[in-house]
């Protein structure tokens, strides 16, 4: 007959919960049952409306003018990276987000189509760039 061997695993097990239990009761806020903890909503600090349209429109009235005047691919591929630089960089009011992620969204297809000379992804984000300057006339104010 074989003896049976004792085993420190019981006593592991043991201690890793201990210590957990321990942890939890460390990190865990403690608050008494039945109460509840007010989430404050977040305060938009950013630019105003006015303030956001001015600076988009400088945005894309400065890649208007730098992208109409050549014809060179190069050239027009760096000012479509530029004017995506510059609105990724801006803190963008609550009522413009849908407004800001489409103008994103079109520059990126112009300069993915002229990239990669497809036609029809620069047609793409061509039209809906113009269409939001149609629906935002400031865009070129």
Known sequence: ???HRSSL???LIAGLTCGLVVLM????PKSAPGSRQVV???VYTGPTE???ESIASVITTTF???????ASTE????????VLHDLLALTVPPR?????YGLVVSFTLMRDGLRQSDAAIFEKGWASYQAFTTAYPWLLN
């Open 1 to 3: 007959m074989r003896a």
């Open 9 to 11: 695993y019981p006593l």
């Open 25 to 28: 009761a460390v990190t865990l």
């Open 40 to 42: 404050q909503p977040e």
């Open 50 to 52: 006015a303030e956001y």
């Open 64 to 70: 208007d003018g730098s992208y109409s005047i050549t």
């Open 75 to 82: 050239i027009r591929v760096k000012a479509l990276e530029k």
């Open 96 to 100: 413009y987000k849908d407004l800001h």
